[in-house]
């Protein structure tokens, strides 16, 4: 008689059977398997707390490798402790993304792209877990520092996170914090608030103060006063201008017949001058002649008896306007009055 299957026996292997095909399903249908890696290392210059084993090492957000192993290492030549991390980047991918042409072995390609300006930096996945990667960034400007304390990899250079330089100015700004000295500080304050409570309590600064609100107050009556007169202290100044506007108007109106007169005056003078220089001549004519020009009806003597009639006029006129500018100066602004 045949023995009985163990049902139990046969779920196990059924079971195994399906977890194998599932795991191999997993890694052979995503290639990783037969894909191409190289292994490096990076030494960071800061702390690496964060950073586990299997952490992803991107480029432009784009996985590109993964971290294989972190160590512990001392550096022979500073005792310094260093903490040397080894990744494994994928062949294909760093090419798609940089367009690379397979020139020599991979890592001659990464060498040369050091030499381009490949960086390696600590970047968080999340600042709420503090976990992190490795972000590959282009940056040809920063320096290349390599320690070259492993032969078996090559080195890819790395540069400060941005985070770091964050916490290295909030710890230097600590330092500068500290190196205040606060006791001085705070001994001056006090001199300093004594001194202004002293100066608050003294008598002068009260009668000072008092001074003052009595200024203002005097100040603001003499504006409410200039308030209530505004509209009138307006009218009268807008009364002053018209009032000189006239005036000036007047003046122009009277410069020009007072300059008439004074003109008219200037020409009989000028006449009268004439007429004697006529006369004179007819002096020094002859010696005969001086008879007749002493009668009654010769012409010098009608010239003479017109030229001191001229001038009789003349000087009359003359002191009139003498007269009537000094009885009205004013004329000389208003003009004559009609």
């Known amino acids: 008689m045949s023995k009985q299957a163990n049902p139990t026996l046969i779920g196990v292997f059924v079971l195994g059977a399906i977890m194998i095909a599932t795991i191999g399903i997993t890694i052979f249908g995503s290639g990783r398997w037969f894909s191409e890696k190289s292994e490096f290392v990076i030494y960071f210059d800061e702390s690496v707390n964060g950073l586990s084993i299997g952490a992803l090492v991107k480029m432009q957000g784009v996985p590109i490798g993964a971290v294989t192993d972190i160590q512990v290492q001392l550096d022979p030549n500073t005792k310094k402790i260093l903490t040397p991390v080894f990744i494994e980047i994928e062949h294909q991918k760093y090419k798609q993304l940089l367009q690379f042409e397979a020139l020599g072995s991979e890592q001659g390609i990464m060498q040369q792209l050091v030499g381009n300006g490949l960086r390696m930096q600590l970047q968080y996945t999340s600042l709420v877990t503090g976990k992190l990667y490795i972000e590959s960034l282009l940056k040809p400007e920063s320096p290349v520092k390599l320690l070259h304390l492993n032969t078996q990899f090559t080195e890819l250079p790395s540069i400060t996170s941005s985070s770091q330089k964050v916490q290295k100015n ?104 004439a007429n004697t220089d006529k006369t004179l001549a007819q002096f020094s004519n002859t010696a005969e002649d001086v008879g007749a020009v002493f009668s009654d009806d010769a012409l010098l003597q009608q010239n003479l008896n017109n030229t001191l009639d001229e001038l009789a006029r003349s000087a009359k006129s003359l002191r009139r306007l003498t007269d009537y500018l000094q009885r009205h100066p004013e004329a000389l602004i208003r003009g004559k009055g009609r």
């Open 170 to 273: 909030l710890a230097d700004a600590m330092q500068e914090f500290q190196k205040i000295p606060f006791q001085e500080v705070f001994v001056e304050l006090l001199v300093t608030i004594k001194s202004i409570k002293k100066i608050a309590e003294s008598e002068d600064l009260q009668l000072a103060i008092y001074g003052f609100a009595a200024s203002l107050k005097e100040l603001q009556g003499i504006l409410t006063s200039f308030n209530r007169h505004s509209d009138a202290i307006a009218l009268h100044a807008e009364k002053t201008l018209k009032h000189s506007g006239q005036a000036m108007q007047k003046l122009d109106q009277s410069i020009e017949p007072l300059m008439a007169e004074v003109q008219t005056t200037l020409a009989s003078a000028n006449h009268t001058l």
